[in-house]
């Protein structure tokens, strides 16, 4: 028999079966998405219904009685999420900040960092002013909303697969030398593989959901129970218990933020635009430019009980990885990375993710190529000195992912 989990967000009750309940044993090859913002194929009628539920929750506008804020960027999910359709990226900027004090970042907690939320709430004659940068803060770094699709994908790609192409000590010498963010899971209490994030900083899609809910919508979870500080300053006009996202079946786990990390784990990868001999030829050059060699073409799915996750390829085009890639990273700690590190980008569903870098600040492929340093500095020299035809080839490949 089916265990039922009672769902309530905006006024509106749903039902929703469990994912253990759901899960199947079958083993299934076929892997794609046909459409952007749909859901993974071969998803059994069960999970079918949850990614549904998952989606209206994700769709729906939280409201001050609910906890939304006290500060916060935006009402719901899909705000941030929506181009070209619902989970993929968006022209939403939030701004990151700290300082460097001593050669050590510091995220400015006690001036409300790392995160500005804009947006203060008004509740009867008690108001709350939206965050402002603080003059003390000497990193500012403007990030750009990142596509969900195929994250599910990404979350069983197993650990051991991701580790094993670190080579933080360059031992091959090729001037590549990856490596992991390993960080504490709040759910497990353990150290685990980031995957997640610009920084690799997010340890699952459950923990993302969390996140995104608390410095997002300023709501809070099972998993992160406690308010942030506006501009670092006592909570204030919050009236709603913590945690603020329900917990309905008393179960011990927020369900709004299990539902919508049903709807991400089970939201279908970037559909591949059409292949022609442009576009092979391309994908020459990508390799002979050494471009390859962090943004990985596929990585493999290890065991799961949901069949559509099960040993699948996942045409990612990312290793995982913290790469050093110069002066125009974010200048961001987060756990081990650094500054001038970031996790290499998943390039599928490129041709649909709008303007490029984690500023938003290229406005073409050839813009993004150009701003890659560091570790990345041949692979740029490579693409400079390539005739306009394969730059058009290499533009076309990348146009089609």
Same mark, same amino acid.
């Given at each position: 028999m089916k265990k039922t989990t009672l769902i309530k967000f905006?006024?509106?009750?749903?039902?929703?079966?469990?994912?253990?309940?759901?899960?199947?044993? $079958?083993?299934?090859?076929?892997? $794609?998405?046909?459409?952007?913002? $749909?859901?993974?194929?071969?998803?059994?009628p069960g999970q079918l219904e949850l990614f549904g539920v998952g989606k209206q929750v994700f769709l729906a506008k939280r409201s001050v009685e609910e906890g939304l804020g006290p500060v916060f960027n935006d009402f719901g999910c899909a705000q941030c999420h929506d181009q070209p359709a619902t989970g993929g990226a968006s022209a939403v900027i939030v701004p990151k900040f700290g300082r460097i004090v001593n050669g050590v970042f510091d995220p400015m907690v006690e001036f409300g960092g790392p995160v500005r939320q804009s947006t203060g709430i008004t509740i009867g004659n008690c108001s709350v002013a939206g965050e402002i940068i603080p003059p003390e803060a000497t990193v500012v770094a403007d990030r750009q909303s990142q596509p969900l699709f195929g994250l599910g994908l990404i979350e069983n790609i197993p650990e051991s697969t991701v580790l094993a192409l670190a080579d933080p000590d360059d031992r091959d010498g090729d001037g590549i030398s990856g490596r992991p963010n390993l960080v504490m899971d709040p759910i497990t209490n353990r150290v685990v593989l980031g995957r997640f994030g610009w920084k690799a900083q997010v340890p699952s899609i459950l923990v993302f959901a969390a996140d995104a809910l608390l410095n997002e919508m300023g709501m809070t979870t099972t998993v992160f129970p406690r308010e942030n500080n506006p501009q670092g300053r006592p909570v204030t006009c919050d009236f709603v218990p913590d945690p603020e996202d329900f917990d309905f079946d008393l179960d011990g786990i927020s369900d709004g933020m299990v539902a919508i990390a049903n709807f991400i784990r089970f939201l279908g990868p970037p559909p591949r635009g059409p292949v022609d001999d442009a576009v092979r030829a391309g994908e020459a050059v990508f390799a002979r430019t050494g471009c390859h060699k962090c943004h990985t073409p596929t990585l493999f799915t290890g065991d799961s009980p949901v069949a559509a996750l099960n040993h699948r390829a996942v045409?990612?085009?990312?290793?995982?990885?913290?790469?050093?890639?110069?002066?125009?990273?974010? $200048?961001?700690f987060d756990n081990v990375a650094t500054g001038s590190e970031v996790r290499t980008t998943p390039l599928w569903g490129l041709r649909a993710t709008g303007k490029y870098w984690h500023d938003a600040s290229a406005a073409t492929f050839e813009e993004a190529i150009l701003l890659h340093g560091g570790e990345a500095e041949a692979s740029r020299s490579s693409f400079t000195s390539l005739t306009p035809a394969e730059k058009n080839d290499l533009i076309a490949f990348l146009n089609s992912l």
């Amino acid at each position: 028999m089916k265990k039922t989990t009672l769902i309530k967000f905006t006024g509106l009750m749903i039902y929703a079966v469990s994912l253990a309940a759901l899960s199947s044993s $079958g083993v299934v090859r076929s892997q $794609g998405a046909t459409e952007f913002g $749909g859901p993974l194929p071969e998803l059994t009628p069960g999970q079918l219904e949850l990614f549904g539920v998952g989606k209206q929750v994700f769709l729906a506008k939280r409201s001050v009685e609910e906890g939304l804020g006290p500060v916060f960027n935006d009402f719901g999910c899909a705000q941030c999420h929506d181009q070209p359709a619902t989970g993929g990226a968006s022209a939403v900027i939030v701004p990151k900040f700290g300082r460097i004090v001593n050669g050590v970042f510091d995220p400015m907690v006690e001036f409300g960092g790392p995160v500005r939320q804009s947006t203060g709430i008004t509740i009867g004659n008690c108001s709350v002013a939206g965050e402002i940068i603080p003059p003390e803060a000497t990193v500012v770094a403007d990030r750009q909303s990142q596509p969900l699709f195929g994250l599910g994908l990404i979350e069983n790609i197993p650990e051991s697969t991701v580790l094993a192409l670190a080579d933080p000590d360059d031992r091959d010498g090729d001037g590549i030398s990856g490596r992991p963010n390993l960080v504490m899971d709040p759910i497990t209490n353990r150290v685990v593989l980031g995957r997640f994030g610009w920084k690799a900083q997010v340890p699952s899609i459950l923990v993302f959901a969390a996140d995104a809910l608390l410095n997002e919508m300023g709501m809070t979870t099972t998993v992160f129970p406690r308010e942030n500080n506006p501009q670092g300053r006592p909570v204030t006009c919050d009236f709603v218990p913590d945690p603020e996202d329900f917990d309905f079946d008393l179960d011990g786990i927020s369900d709004g933020m299990v539902a919508i990390a049903n709807f991400i784990r089970f939201l279908g990868p970037p559909p591949r635009g059409p292949v022609d001999d442009a576009v092979r030829a391309g994908e020459a050059v990508f390799a002979r430019t050494g471009c390859h060699k962090c943004h990985t073409p596929t990585l493999f799915t290890g065991d799961s009980p949901v069949a559509a996750l099960n040993h699948r390829a996942v045409n990612l085009y990312s290793d995982m990885l913290l790469h050093d890639i110069g002066p125009r990273a974010d $200048g961001i700690f987060d756990n081990v990375a650094t500054g001038s590190e970031v996790r290499t980008t998943p390039l599928w569903g490129l041709r649909a993710t709008g303007k490029y870098w984690h500023d938003a600040s290229a406005a073409t492929f050839e813009e993004a190529i150009l701003l890659h340093g560091g570790e990345a500095e041949a692979s740029r020299s490579s693409f400079t000195s390539l005739t306009p035809a394969e730059k058009n080839d290499l533009i076309a490949f990348l146009n089609s992912l």
